[in-house]
């Protein structure tokens, strides 16, 4: 079992700045790609950032320019630090985290989530 407990969430006004973070654990031999994604209520799922193993990101559109997304490798943790946080982006947040286990079985794991309330 790989397991991603995510911490960080919480209220904040336009403008402010949140940092989420992201801790995998668990019978992991390596992990190619960590990232956040979030879903609002009524909405799908969506991507938000992404990081491979070599710190290759990706970003949203939405959110280019004031979301990083940062990993460390020795630790198995990704955080998302989140700047100029506007009201759209209210949401719950989900850390993903896809690798091989020491089994040599491949996982694509998912935190609980946490809630990001932005107020205008």
């Known amino acids: 079992q790989v397991r991603l407990v995510e911490s960080g969430g919480g209220l904040v006004q336009a403008g402010g700045s949140l940092r989420l973070s992201c801790a995998a654990s668990g019978s992991i031999f390596s992990i190619n790609a960590m990232g956040w994604y979030r879903q609002a209520p009524g909405k799908q799922r969506e991507m938000v950032a992404t990081i491979t193993s070599s710190s290759t990101t990706n970003y949203a559109d939405s959110v280019k320019g004031r979301f990083t997304i940062s990993r460390d490798n020795a630790k198995n943790t990704v955080d998302l630090q989140m700047n100029s946080l506007k009201p759209e982006d209210t949401a719950v947040y989900y850390c993903?985290?896809?690798?091989?286990?020491?089994?040599?079985?491949?996982?694509?794991?998912w935190g609980q989530g946490t809630q990001v309330t932005v107020s205008s």
């Open positions: 993903n985290s896809r690798g091989r286990r020491y089994s040599g079985a491949q996982f694509d794991s």
